[in-house]
């Protein structure tokens, strides 16, 4: 073990980057602790409490340097070999000249042009610094949430008289300009424009369009509320105005949960009589198709077909794998074979909210009610959200279970749990999980699966039980972690992994419909 | 390069011949500093930057460093009354700088003491949303609370925090009590701790020191008291912390603060309405990477003891006003 000291007299740098360079030593391979710091005498203190402080560092004078590490000798001297290079860049990796603004007045001090926020503090601040950057009339992201709806009403009414975007709040996504902002994918540009109320909505359809050989010009996130009747579709309104004068933008596909009726009214009544542009709809479960085909859209029964529908209308519908279904009926006819007698109910974990909507849609068909955090419908509300009971599915990204930590697309920990649990449960059959992957989220979701996934359908087989996993993975094979890659690995360990969410809840529905069918039983 | 504004003090002492030779001392994004042969510290800022104690700012385009405008550590400078000279192709115009005076202001209309309690509370609580908590500001919820309880501990209590917490608390009871002696054995044990060329705890005094002497002005006390502190804490500083920082110190304990601090001070004892401390609050934050929180959680801390003064050290109350 060695411990060194360097000594830079009269070398002088900003708390920041002294404090990013100590952690970035002390992480290096054959280091077990550093300190880089000015020589005062207090500085001196904190070193010897941590077994830092020697000669050399006792020498040191208050204007000095002192650069400390303990480690091996050649973690060391590896590490000092790197010490000019950490020292010189800047706490964020950027060079000096780049100044980074901590406030909206500073930034648009430093560059008068700027046009766009994103804002991204506690919900009881949001309010105003959105205000803020409206009134220097900049479009917003509103990343945060915990605003209240009446805020939201003012922020929205302000924007709207100012010809401003307000996404948000809760706003997860937004592609504007082939720059993807929050939780986004890395997608073909195009000329598919994409406006919507549902986060991981917007990101399946996105991705599927790019799987389908087509791209995207621009994609508006509106905010979860933005269809209510108190806000009335106001952000929907005016993103679909900026999308139908996009002159980049040719077809335009709107995404949401069931809006109220009469906001759906306005939506479709605002595209029969303004949008000069094919657009089509998913109402994720809600609004009749007759009244949007009635108003010149095309109605899209899942996020699935409307990215279909779209990437056809764009010339594109070749490059997306889809299953036909008849391989999806022996698919589930084989495994649900596989099954013993009382594994009957299914289990869906879902770190995106839209995608567990969804999902609960199309099993409904097969299974009947589900259970859920969000359910369908209030009967189907669970006592405990954490105590999943018969056909369940989780929204794990839901407000009670990110309360204090980070959201279950980021932070695993708490979907991991909740595997294990339903995993170990006899009762289970089928177990569907989302992989959301992209800008924002975890750097390898299906890598911390697949090991979970192995263990558990071990156990299941020396349990007597046949475990199935089902799993679709929103992404790209140019997002940072590579659909193909999670794909990959969540296939070598078992997962039936489907080309879309709602291909895997069509599979684990007819799974479970087999599984507890007459014809199974005889 | 043209200066836009230049302290009053910096111009006298050109004007008295005081300022001859130096070199560039230490260079960041937007400001380099200059240590002159008799050992003053002159800060050149950006004119983005407000005006501070010992400085010329000078017209810096916006998206342009100091590195990136030539100025390098051990530069030659030289001053006269018309312009600095800085190597030998660097010149900063001085003649069409405007005067700015570090003197402390003083002469304001006090707001309600409600109010204060309410613009006391808005500093804590926007520091601990929108600053940086990396240097000691995540100390801020805990200062004057002898026993911090578990539960309440912020996760931004950071190891640095752990350190001075105690140590700032007890500087902070040693003023309260008046023991002198005390008070510089205490300060001795908090100057010169963070990393950097203006140690984190070192910010937190200069803006406690001028806080506490607004404070005075607020109240109408006679500041000697307060001076004397002042010279308490500075009493131990040389050879304990870094020369700029022992300099920004020694300014500080007769009120002398960046022009962002004193607006912030002003909007804390004298504005009625948070938009405008809010505003103030937000520009101070936006000081280097820490320097910034650092010197709010010393406004925060000065305001909250010129009221714990007034009100003859009875924190408990405080706390509970301010929770």
Not at chain 1, 254 to 259: L, N
Not at chain 1, 492 to 511: C, D, F, Q, W, Y
């Amino acid at each position: 073990m060695v411990l060194k000291t360097v000594i830079r007299r009269g070398e002088y740098y900003d708390s920041g980057r002294l404090m990013i360079v100590t952690r970035t030593i002390s992480k290096l391979e054959g280091i077990i602790d550093a300190a880089v710091q000015m020589g005062t005498a207090l500085n001196k203190e904190a070193l010897k409490r941590t077994g830092l402080l020697d000669k050399d560092s006792e020498g040191a004078s208050v204007d000095d340097l002192m650069i400390s590490m303990k480690g091996t000798g050649e973690g060391v001297e590896s590490a000092l070999v790197q010490l000019d290079a950490l020292l010189n860049q800047s706490s964020s990796g950027l060079q000096d000249s780049e100044y980074r603004p901590k406030t909206i007045d500073s930034a648009l001090k430093a560059e008068p042009g700027l046009n766009f926020a994103i804002i991204s503090v506690p919900g009881r601040f949001a309010k105003n610094e959105a205000m803020k950057a409206l009134q220097k009339g900049m479009h917003v992201l509103l990343f945060s949430d915990n605003v209240s709806i009446e805020e939201e009403k003012e922020l929205k009414t302000f924007a709207v008289s100012h010809g401003l975007l307000l996404m948000g709040p809760d706003c997860g996504t937004a592609i504007i300009n082939n720059v993807p902002l929050g939780f986004a994918n890395k997608v073909r540009q195009g000329n598919i424009g994409v406006v919507g109320a549902a986060g991981t909505g917007m990101q399946e359809v996105m991705t599927l369009i790019h799987k389908h050989g087509a791209g995207i010009s621009q994609a508006i996130g509106t905010g979860g509320r933005d269809l209510s009747v108190t806000i009335g579709g106001a952000m929907m309104l005016q993103g679909l105005k900026a999308l139908n004068s996009d002159k980049n933008t040719d077809i335009i596909v709107v995404i949401s949960k069931p809006p109220a009726p009469e906001v759906s009214d306005k939506i479709l009544q605002f595209i029969k009589d303004e949008c000069r542009k094919t657009i089509v709809v998913n109402f994720v479960g809600g609004g009749r198709p007759e009244s949007i085909e009635a108003c010149g859209a095309i109605s899209a029964s899942t996020l699935e077909e409307a990215a279909l529908r779209a990437s056809e209308l764009a010339g594109h519908a070749n490059g997306a794998p889809r299953m036909a279904e008849e391989d999806l009926d022996r698919i589930a006819r084989d495994e649900a074979k596989r099954l013993n007698a009382g594994q009957k109910y299914l289990r869906g974990l879902y770190s995106g909210g839209t995608l567990c909507y969804e999902s609960m849609l199309i099993v409904r068909d097969f299974v009947g009610d589900v259970y859920s955090n969000t359910p369908l419908n209030k009967q189907m509300k669970l006592l405990d959200s954490a105590a999943p009971c018969k056909h369940t599915c989780l929204d794990l990204g839901d407000d009670e279970f990110t309360a204090g930590r980070a959201h279950p697309m980021l932070d695993t920990t708490l979907r991991e749990q909740l595997f294990e649990h339903e995993a170990s449960d006899p009762n289970v059959a089928v177990i569907l999980l989302d992989i959301v992957i992209g800008y924002g989220s975890h750097s390898d979701p299906a890598g911390v699966f697949a090991d979970l996934v192995r263990k558990h359908k071990e156990n299941a087989r020396r349990e007597g039980r046949h475990l199935i996993v089902i799993s679709s993975v929103c992404g790209t094979e140019e997002d940072p972690q590579n659909s193909l890659t999670q794909e990959r690995k969540l296939q070598e360990t078992g997962v039936i992994v489907m080309p879309s969410n709602a291909a895997a809840a069509r599979l684990a529905g007819k799974i479970v419909s087999y599984a507890n069918s007459e014809e199974r039983r005889l | 390069m043209i200066a836009t504004a230049i302290c009053t003090e910096t111009k006298q002492l050109i004007a008295n011949n005081t300022l001859v030779h130096g070199k560039v001392h230490s260079v960041f994004g937007r400001v380099f500093n200059v240590l002159t042969n008799d050992r003053h510290l002159i800060s050149f800022l950006s004119d983005k930057i407000l005006p501070a104690p010992r400085s010329i700012c000078v017209d810096l385009p916006a998206r342009q460093s100091m590195h990136v405008s030539g100025f390098l550590p051990g530069m030659s400078v030289a001053f006269s009354s018309t312009q600095v000279c800085i190597g030998s192709y660097l010149h900063i115009d001085l003649t069409r700088a405007r005067e700015w005076d570090p003197h402390p202001t003083f002469n304001f209309d006090p707001i309600g003491e409600h109010l204060l309690v309410e613009n006391i509370r808005s500093v804590r609580d926007i520091l601990m949303c929108h600053g940086n908590l990396h240097g000691i500001a995540g100390i801020t919820p805990f200062l004057l609370k002898t026993s911090p309880v578990a539960e309440e501990r912020n996760p931004a209590l950071n190891s640095a925090g752990e350190l001075i917490l105690p140590r700032i608390n007890k500087l902070l009871a040693c003023i309260i009590s008046g023991d002198m002696e005390s008070l510089r054995h205490a300060a001795g044990n908090v100057v010169g701790f963070g990393p950097g060329l203006t140690p984190s705890a070192d910010d937190f005094l200069c803006a406690l020191m001028a806080s506490l002497l607004y404070s005075d002005a607020y109240y109408a006390r006679n500041l000697s008291r307060t001076y004397q502190i002042n010279n308490a804490i500075i009493g131990k500083i040389f050879e304990r912390t870094t020369t700029l920082s022992a300099e920004m110190l020694s300014l500080a304990a007769q009120g002398w603060v960046a022009e962002g601090v004193r607006r912030l001070l002003l909007a804390v004892f004298a504005e009625n309405g948070q938009r405008a401390l809010k505003d103030r609050l937000l520009s101070v934050l936006d000081y280097g990477e820490t320097s910034g929180t650092d010197l709010t959680a010393g406004v925060y801390a000065g305001c909250l003891l010129g009221m714990c003064l007034e009100d003859h050290g009875r924190t408990v109350n405080l706390a509970s006003l301010l929770s």
